[in-house]
């Protein structure tokens, strides 16, 4: 996560110090539009063109904030301690997700899943976290894994959080994924590329 977060603020810089150089060569009222800048997160504009639900929810509890919910999925990439502490604080941030923007939803597991933070999925699993099928890789769970892409196939191109493959999430599962790695392959061969987060895989904490 943090890499990328740098990667954004190196390309929104980037692209700032281009405009500026490509404004000077434009006349005061040539000068082309710069695209939007986005501060925060932010909901795109929409408007049904289709008729609305018949159902009516009824909002009795008020949602987890968004905020919270933020600095979780975060946590979850790499701090089990937080992860801990804000889960004693609100016992719902163990599966809510957020959308980090065009549809890129991202839960604690998920981004524990594809750091390879054995310890801090195991916390959240044990807290009733919704085991996926990316994280069951990770985990070298390989009967799981065969179930699910027996059941769908197609399920062999699925992407998690970030654009993340299963094939990814098996490789930094390490030595324990190594199964469901080969598995994998058998069923479609991939280039295996360094992973970044493998070397950052703490062992798992068995207490």
């Given at each position: 996560?943090?890499?990328?977060?740098?990667?954004?603020?190196?390309?929104?810089?980037?692209?700032?110090?281009?405009?500026?150089?490509?404004?000077?060569?434009?006349?005061?009222?040539?000068?082309?539009?710069?695209?939007?800048?986005?501060?925060?997160?932010?909901?795109?504009?929409?408007?049904?063109?289709?008729?609305?639900?018949?159902f009516k929810p009824s909002w009795k509890k008020l949602q987890i904030n968004r905020q919270l919910v933020q600095d979780f999925?975060?946590?979850?990439?790499?701090?089990?301690?937080?992860?801990?502490?804000?889960?004693e604080r609100e016992p719902g941030l163990v599966n809510a997700s957020i959308d980090w923007g065009g549809g890129d939803w991202?839960?604690?597991?998920?981004?524990?899943?594809?750091?390879?933070?054995?310890?801090?999925?195991?916390?959240?699993?044990?807290?009733?976290?919704?085991?996926?099928?990316?994280?069951?890789?990770?985990?070298?769970?390989?009967?799981?894994?065969?179930?699910?892409?027996?059941?769908?196939?197609?399920?062999?191109?699925?992407?998690?959080?970030?654009?993340?493959?299963?094939?990814?999430?098996?490789?930094v599962g390490g030595k324990d994924a190594e199964k469901v790695l080969a598995y994998l392959q058998s069923v479609k061969k991939?280039?295996?590329?360094?992973?970044?987060?493998?070397?950052?895989?703490?062992?798992?904490?068995?207490?």
């Amino acid at each position: 996560m943090t890499t990328m977060i740098k990667r954004r603020s190196f390309t929104t810089l980037s692209a700032g110090i281009v405009l500026g150089s490509v404004a000077e060569l434009y006349p005061q009222e040539e000068k082309p539009n710069p695209p939007p800048v986005i501060a925060g997160p932010a909901e795109g504009p929409f408007e049904r063109n289709y008729p609305a639900p018949g159902f009516k929810p009824s909002w009795k509890k008020l949602q987890i904030n968004r905020q919270l919910v933020q600095d979780f999925v975060i946590f979850a990439h790499s701090d089990l301690a937080m992860v801990k502490q804000l889960a004693e604080r609100e016992p719902g941030l163990v599966n809510a997700s957020i959308d980090w923007g065009g549809g890129d939803w991202e839960s604690g597991l998920g981004g524990a899943s594809h750091m390879g933070r054995k310890d801090i999925v195991e916390y959240l699993l044990g807290k009733g976290a919704r085991m996926d099928l990316f994280c069951a890789a990770m985990m070298g769970q390989l009967e799981a894994v065969k179930s699910f892409l027996t059941l769908q196939p197609l399920l062999i191109d699925a992407k998690g959080p970030h654009g993340f493959s299963l094939h990814f999430h098996a490789q930094v599962g390490g030595k324990d994924a190594e199964k469901v790695l080969a598995y994998l392959q058998s069923v479609k061969k991939m280039e295996l590329k360094p992973n970044p987060f493998l070397k950052k895989s703490p062992t798992p904490n068995k207490k």
